[in-house]
């Protein structure tokens, strides 16, 4: 009976040890899993100023967007594009014309699963762009008196024009297909320096929009974009 009571206790000791070894090496297993590292350019385009140019005729424009990974969760990215606005403000009616472009970095705060790629970033942008205005009309401010409101035809070209701005962003993107992204972007502009015509502000300037008094802007764009693998790395 105890030589019984005593194969017992060492066959469930057996089993407990060779149970044990099984989970260790398991553990082992999943922790020799490295992560893949996907290091890509990805480039794309800004749907909504198509969209816009498509539904307001006064409105033409285009933007390509790309990124690449650095290093880690770093991406360097740029943006570049062009614009040509008609706009109407209370007394004038203006026309930008103009190019951009946009350099820096995105910082993405979010841990994807094994094998996924999305983005939840927030980054700074260094901005330049170059362009033109033409003051197509001007009513005078003559509001409190006897004198009657006239629009005055001016077309004046004013070129040569310039500005430079930082911008601090929020953006997603996300992976609806292998490689391809949908992408959602918000961002806040203040402005450094620009380069104004004599008795005539930029009230818009391209990649920049428009110019709030204090000197500040707001955007927003909407990507579909495509990555172009380059190599991986494990860690």
Do not use: C
């Amino acid at each position: 009976m105890i030589q019984r009571h005593i194969l017992i206790f060492i066959i469930s000791i057996l089993i407990h040890f060779s149970a044990n070894s099984q989970e260790q090496r398991q553990e082992k297993e999943q922790d020799s899993v490295k992560t893949k590292i996907n290091y890509a350019i990805r480039v794309g385009v800004d749907i909504s100023k198509p969209i816009k140019s498509f539904l307001d005729e006064d409105s033409k424009g285009l933007e390509l967007t790309g990124d690449m990974r650095i290093i880690n969760n770093y991406f360097a990215a740029v943006e570049l594009g062009f614009e040509d606005v008609l706009k109407t403000e209370d007394y004038l009616n203006f026309t930008t014309k103009g190019s951009y472009i946009k350099l820096g970095i995105n910082y993405n705060a979010y841990d994807n699963w094994i094998g996924m790629n999305n983005q939840i970033y927030v980054g700074a942008r260094y901005a330049f762009s170059l362009f033109e205005q033409t003051l197509n009309s001007y009513t005078p401010n003559v509001d409190g008196t006897y004198f009657i409101p006239t629009t005055v035809e001016a077309g004046t070209n004013f070129k040569d024009l310039n500005a430079h701005w930082l911008e601090f962003l929020f953006g997603m993107k996300v992976e609806t297909f292998k490689n391809l992204f949908l992408g959602a972007q918000f961002s806040v502009k203040k402005m450094i320096s620009t380069k104004e015509p004599e008795n005539f502000k930029n009230l818009y300037i391209p990649g920049f929009n428009r110019v709030f008094s204090n000197d500040l802007g707001i955007g927003f764009n909407y990507t579909i974009s495509y990555n172009l693998p380059i190599f991986n790395t494990y860690k």
